[in-house]
């Protein structure tokens, strides 16, 4: 792997006197080395051969630095400075941008602080919640805007990282990694592929595949004036960053899962639909997460070949078995399921959708369907502007609840899970949803919740930056018109949000609603809260990785 020697540019780069005489911190990776000293990050390359990577060469590592450069300046200008050089003088030493012939190559960077990195955030559990809309929507923005590649991606660029996995399994995982796991995996993903070729296909003639990041989990999100940003995207090779957009994502998704960051993953998917209206992706995901998966499995098997500290190695062996499980549970997900919550304006019904939303059905969770937020787009509006009269006439209601049927059904077809939220006051809409379900086969959950006119009106008083117009001349309308008689299961919605969660949750549970890996949802949801160990219950496919320490993070 290691192909050239670099020892004398890394004591170079280590050493406070390069630097001024201020302190110097390393940071290693399986390719690349950053010294941090003073207000700068020095990035170098190391000399490595892998079949996914080449910088062999001083010339090939110059060549990827400027693409490095280039690459994440879309991203991260605040951070991306510039392409230098370690050149050696005259008297044989060493300096940063001399006069003498280069003999590596750097990317100079502003220096942030490790703290501001989300990977540390979500590793002493401060990493906000209220961060993830804004960051699906950074993602959502960058993959808009990011160049199409119709000459990457569909089967064929799928093929490539199943393929490239089993390589790796079997030149770097052999000492840590059990090979008929590995070979089990391998057919799996395999089948699964052929299964959805013609989908990646269509997917990337329709432009999906496009020139993404690469490498999108926590570690590569940084906090840059309270914003989440992206950087150290891959330059090294277009086969690993002109992907499916959905497979981009699908790396961060699998990033939060795996450190029991349910929520903040259910919420990322949430908001990256609903900001770029791509559904067709949706039937992809186990297949993607479970790429990401083993590519960790992989990518940290081989990073046990090159640590020196025998401690470590241990640990990243387990970690690498432990991404390897992950990845054959995510490729095997429960049955979906649709659950529907109706309720007049201000009983909850949102609040309640996204709490329950990540135990319900596959990784990430369920995907949640708005009324509210499906009327401001049929109406060509955003999602904060008001409606006027027009906006909630019989028709554009109509529109609405066929949308959701439309939606719904789509959804459960793909193999995923979802949750609609809905007013449902009248029996023939309830009916409608319920009517998907039977016609996909697949449970049914009906939830209706009550609470006096005063907290509703309170409620909805007290909404700020929410797409519902709702007003207390609203809810006065929508209970005087009445519901009918409602056979859903009823819920007293002026309770606690905490216990109005555990009792839908328990009624769910009754009502024989899948959670991730195929257990039912209270239970999912407790052992996700808890940080524990989830047994697998069910035999091979049906569990995920179990919880890391700090260490192993």
């Known amino acids: 792997m290691i192909v050239d020697d670099q020892s004398a540019v890394i004591a170079f780069l280590a050493s406070p006197a390069t630097h001024g005489g201020g302190p110097v911190e390393r940071i290693d990776t399986h390719t690349a080395i950053v010294f941090l000293a003073g207000e700068r990050a020095y990035k170098l390359k190391r000399a490595v051969r892998f079949d996914y990577l080449d910088f062999s060469t001083a010339a090939r590592r110059r060549t990827f630095c400027e693409a490095e450069l280039r690459l994440n300046q879309r991203m991260a200008p605040a951070i991306y400075r510039r392409v230098g050089a370690v050149t050696i003088e005259a008297d044989g030493s060493l300096a940063l941008d001399g006069r003498g012939a280069a003999v590596d190559w750097l990317v100079e960077m502003n220096r942030f602080p490790q703290e501001a990195l989300l990977d540390r955030l979500a590793g002493t559990g401060s990493l906000n919640l209220l961060l993830m809309p804004p960051l699906a929507d950074a993602i959502a923005a960058f993959h808009a805007a990011a160049e199409r590649r119709t000459d990457h991606g569909g089967a064929a660029g799928m093929r490539w990282v199943v393929e490239g996995n089993a390589d790796g399994f079997a030149e770097f995982g052999a000492d840590c990694l059990d090979r008929s796991a590995c070979r089990q995996l391998t057919d799996d993903a395999r089948r699964e592929l052929d299964r959805q070729a013609a989908l990646l296909d269509a997917r990337r003639e329709a432009g999906q595949v496009r020139q993404c990041h690469g490498d999108l989990h926590l570690r590569n999100i940084v906090l840059v004036d309270g914003r989440p940003t992206l950087f150290d995207g891959v330059e090294f090779n ?68 090159v640590e020196r500290d025998v401690a470590r190695r241990t640990e990243l062996e387990a970690l690498a078995r432990q991404y390897l499980a992950m990845a054959d549970g995510l490729l095997h997900p429960p049955r979906p399921s649709i659950i529907a919550i109706g309720g007049f304006s201000g009983s909850g019904k949102s609040t309640l959708a996204f709490a329950l939303a990540p135990s319900v059905g596959a990784v990430p969770g369920a995907i949640v369907l708005r009324s509210d937020e499906i009327r401001k787009q049929l109406c060509g509006v955003p999602a904060l502007e008001r ?41 023939d809409d309830r009916a409608a949803i319920e009517g998907v379900a039977a016609a996909a086969s697949v449970p049914f959950a009906g939830l209706w919740l009550d609470a006096p006119e005063e907290t509703l009106v309170a409620r909805v008083t007290a909404r700020r930056e929410d797409p519902s117009d709702a007003d207390a001349e609203i809810i006065r309308t929508q209970r005087m018109v009445g519901t009918g008689p409602i056979a859903w299961r009823r819920f007293d919605a002026s309770i606690s949000r905490e216990r109005l969660l555990s009792a839908a949750e328990a009624a769910v549970n009754d009502l024989g609603i899948d959670g991730p890996g195929g257990n039912r949802v209270e239970a999912r949801r407790r052992l996700v809260e808890q940080h524990q160990p989830r047994p697998r219950r069910h035999g091979p496919g049906d569990g995920d990785a179990a919880p890391l320490t700090a260490g192993q993070l």
């Open 387 to 427: 409606l006027g009269p027009d906006g909630y006439a019989d028709a554009m209601s109509q529109r609405v609840y066929q949308t959701l049927i439309d939606r719904a059904a789509a959804i459960v077809r793909s193999g995923h899970s979802v949750i609609v939220d809905a007013v449902y006051a009248r029996p």
């Open 238 to 305: 277009d086969e690993i960053s002109c992907t499916d957009v959905h497979y981009d994502l699908a790396f961060l998704l699998m990033d939060l899962w795996r450190r029991r960051l349910a929520r903040h993953a259910n919420a990322i998917w949430n908001r990256y639909l609903t900001a770029t209206q791509d559904w067709t992706g949706v039937p992809l995901l186990p297949l993607f997460l479970s790429c990401r998966a083993a590519v960790r499995a992989k990518t940290t098997a081989t990073t046990t070949r």
